[in-house]
Antibody, heavy 124, light 111 residues
Framework: EVQLVESGGDLVQPGRSLRLSCAAS????????MHWVRQAPGKGLEWVSS????????GYADSVKGRFTLSRDNAKNSLYLQMNSLRAEDTAFYYC?????????????????WGQGTLVTVSS | QSVLTQPPSASGTPGQRVTISCSGS????????VTWYQRFPGMAPKLLIY???QRPSGVPDRFSGSKSGTSASLAISGLQSEDEADYYC????????????FGGGTKLTVL
């Protein structure tokens, strides 16, 4: 079964750091790019970050650029989102999603498999 | 404010045909494909339509997508109560350094 399982969400104070993980199974992890998408309370979906199949290329939303770092360990079929200098507005459910191609973007590309999400709450 | 514009809500009665629009720009929908996701409360989003009008296996053919210029639409025919959900469009934005953008989402209510 193709599956993505996120972990690492927690309640943290503003300015602190948190690392989210996403464990993949059921598909050849290093064939595909991966993404993080979040949904804040009462808001819509927001793209956060993407990484290519080999980790060489990454992309970030302006709202997290310079604070978040996305990486992957293909040997462990795992994706990691290091979140630093967290702000209240980073409070959200964070979902990892599998791309349908190996690069961050490809014509016709989509996010075809999603995890169930992990909750990050930034509050003092 | 989302780069892709969707109506916040839509509604229909069982059996009806409903369409949800997604308006973008040349750098988004104009030159890139549109994807649609369905999301039930408390659940992960589900891929519904990709490449503007392609359905993944398992998605009923009641769901269809189309695109013209810088706008796209999701149509649901033969509306069913279980279609009540939030629907999101997304596309790659070639402006600046390139990034994915989502619409604000449309809550579909089956009356």
């Amino acid at each position: 079964e193709v599956q993505l399982v996120e972990s690492g969400g927690d309640l943290v104070q503003p300015g602190r750091s948190l690392r989210l993980s996403c464990a993949a199974s059921g598909f050849t992890f290093d064939d595909y790019a991966m993404h993080w998408v979040r949904q804040a309370p009462g808001k819509g979906l927001e793209w956060v970050s993407s990484i290519s199949w080999n980790g060489v290329a990454t992309g970030y939303a302006d709202s997290v650029k310079g604070r978040f770092t996305l990486s992957r360990d293909n040997a462990k079929n795992s994706l990691y989102l290091q979140m630093n200098s967290l702000r209240a507005e980073d409070t959200a459910f964070y979902y990892c999603a599998k791309a349908t191609c190996s690069s961050i973007n490809c014509y016709g590309g989509a996010f075809d498999i999603w995890g169930q999400g992990t909750l990050v709450t930034v509050s003092s | 404010q989302s780069v892709l514009t969707q109506p916040p809500s839509a509604s229909g009665t069982p059996g009806q045909r409903v369409t949800i629009s997604c308006s973008g720009s040349r750098s988004t929908i104009g030159i890139n494909t549109v994807t649609w996701y369905q999301r039930f409360p408390g659940m992960a989003p589900k891929l519904l339509i990709y490449s503007d009008n392609q359905r993944p296996s398992g998605v009923p053919d009641r769901f269809s997508g189309s695109k013209s210029g810088t706008s796209a639409s999701l149509a649901i025919s033969g509306l069913q109560s279980e279609d009540e959900a939030d629907y999101y469009c997304t596309a790659w934005d070639d402006s600046l350094s390139g990034h994915w953008v989502f619409g604000g989402g449309t809550k579909l209510t089956v009356l």
